[in-house]
């Protein structure tokens, strides 16, 4: 009878920490983050009344199996799911989901945890943090370099951050000029075109060029010129010649243009009235020809212009966004986007070894592995989906229907527990 009341008894304790397990994952069915958590039961040690028999002969009788009797259940392991829940988009930029494997890595108290929540905040120093105060681990870049051979650390957005102004050194050419007959037909009218330049301090430099025609067919002079005296970039003007069958750029100065890659004109008169480091020069830079950012001459509307240049005024950090690889893209006023960091990701050879420390953080244990830390969409680990976040994984259905399967089998444990008292009371009653 004690066999009996002992095997309730761990049975109302089993679907005890059933019902626990199932009132968690209800209560935790809107965290973002979450990962539901399923229980596992295994028998207690069975006693064993008699033992087997082999059979002992055809004509004797037949084998004997073994007589046990159970001692009852135990919880053997309570397990998360790491499957994916819903993503949901929130449109805020330090917001961040996981598609696929991978944990983000949070310092705190000197320990790593690890957790798929992506709901993170900035905090006062510009550091990209769980709500609870982990601090997200990832690289740091210098200057929009990002080196993910080097250590981990915190990955910081400050705000006002400031790029510093880049001086010049190329500007290129592209579009159409009118086609040029030479002497012989009606010379197209002059082309100008005009780009804003840099200087080392960020100084605005506005810088016109000039496509004049000359007396050959395909032949154009050019000559740039900025604000101010005697700041004109060439002393005698350049001369372009076009291939007047193809339409492209065939030579300059009477030297034929790179056909592999584009082709530097230099500019010799550098503006006299902004700052430049010393040594440096403009470049006017010929795409190669034929290709689709070419200089050309064709019949119809002249298009040519200076399409791009490679300075830019210094700038502050105004939004950022991250990106599907963990890199963190700052945007500033100065129209530049330059990488700020990059965040990193961690895999386990079994997530379901982590350990849970509560606030959707996790901690590595022996059984989970090591951690594999790299960037996001390597290695096996997944990517990530800036400005969204990852829903809890929870199944409410199956969860209020295993609440009904856990209250039914903790009432009938009880029921075994007051059949056996009852058996109880009536072999004390025996006279």
């Known amino acids: 009878?004690?066999?009996?009341?002992?095997?309730?008894?761990?049975?109302?304790?089993?679907?005890?920490?059933?019902?626990?397990?199932?009132?968690?994952?209800?209560?935790?069915?809107?965290?973002?983050?979450?990962?539901?958590?399923s229980i596992d039961f295994v028998d207690l040690l069975a006693q064993q009344i008699a033992g087997a028999a082999a059979p002992p002969g055809v004509t004797v009788g037949a084998g004997v199996n073994p007589i046990s009797?159970?001692?009852?259940?135990?919880?053997?392991?309570?397990?998360?799911?790491?499957?994916?829940?819903s993503l949901q988009q929130t449109n805020v930029p330090t917001d961040v989901a996981i598609q696929g494997n991978g944990f983000l890595i949070a310092l705190q108290g000197g320990i790593n945890y690890y957790t798929r929540a992506g709901n993170l905040v900035l905090d006062a120093n510009g550091d990209l943090a769980t709500p609870t105060g982990g601090l997200i681990q990832g690289w740091q870049a210098v200057n929009g370099v990002i080196n993910t051979n080097a250590p981990t650390t915190a990955v910081n957005i400050p705000t006002g951050t400031v790029i510093p102004a880049t001086a010049t050194t190329e500007i290129t050419m592209g579009g159409n000029l009118p086609a040029n007959p030479g002497s012989g037909g009606t010379q197209p009218q002059a082309v100008t075109t005009t780009i804003n330049?840099?200087?080392s301090l960020g100084d605005q430099i506005p810088v016109t060029f000039t496509f004049t025609p000359g007396s050959t067919a395909g032949e154009w002079t050019i000559q740039g010129t900025v604000p101010g005296a005697s700041n004109n970039l060439w002393s005698t003007s350049p001369t372009l010649q076009f291939n007047t069958s193809t339409g492209q750029l065939e030579s300059i100065n009477g030297t034929n243009v790179s056909t592999t890659g584009p082709t530097d004109l230099p500019v010799t008169n550098?503006?006299?009235?902004?700052?430049?480091?010393?040594?440096?020069?403009?470049?006017?830079?010929?795409?190669?020809?034929?290709?689709?950012?070419?200089?050309?001459?064709?019949?119809?509307?002249?298009?040519?212009?200076?399409?791009?240049?490679?300075?830019?005024?210094?700038?502050?950090?105004?939004?950022?966004?991250?990106?599907?690889?963990?890199?963190?893209?700052?945007?500033?006023?100065?129209?530049?986007?330059?990488?700020?960091?990059?965040?990193?990701?961690?895999?386990?050879?079994?997530p379901g070894g982590l350990a849970e420390q509560g606030n959707l953080l996790y901690q590595a244990t022996p059984n989970s592995g090591?951690?594999?830390?790299?960037?996001?969409?390597?290695?096996?680990?997944?990517?990530?989906?800036?400005?969204?976040?990852?829903?809890?994984?929870?199944?409410?259905?199956?969860?209020?229907?295993?609440l009904i399967i856990a209250q039914e089998a903790y009432q009938a444990n009880t029921k075994v527990v007051s059949t056996s008292a009852t058996t109880l009371q009536s072999l004390v009653n025996l006279p």
């Open 197 to 199: 330049a840099y200087d």
């Open 69 to 85: 009797v159970g001692s009852g259940v135990r919880v053997a392991g309570i397990t998360p799911n790491f499957s994916e829940g």
């Open 370 to 402: 090591t951690p594999l830390v790299g960037t996001p969409g390597t290695g096996g680990r997944g990517t990530l989906i800036g400005g969204s976040l990852e829903t809890s994984n929870v199944n409410l259905a199956k969860q209020l229907t295993d």
């Open 270 to 350: 550098m503006p006299s009235n902004y700052t430049f480091p010393k040594g440096d020069t403009w470049n006017i830079v010929f795409p190669q020809p034929g290709t689709s950012g070419a200089i050309t001459q064709f019949a119809g509307q002249d298009t040519a212009a200076a399409v791009s240049q490679d300075g830019n005024a210094g700038g502050t950090l105004q939004s950022f966004s991250i990106g599907a690889d963990g890199v963190i893209t700052g945007s500033f006023s100065n129209g530049e986007t330059q990488s700020l960091g990059q965040i990193a990701l961690a895999n386990f050879a079994n």
């Open 1 to 37: 009878m004690d066999r009996a009341l002992l095997a309730a008894v761990s049975g109302i304790d089993a679907n005890q920490t059933w019902l626990d397990n199932i009132g968690n994952n209800i209560a935790n069915v809107n965290t973002v983050g979450f990962k539901s958590d």
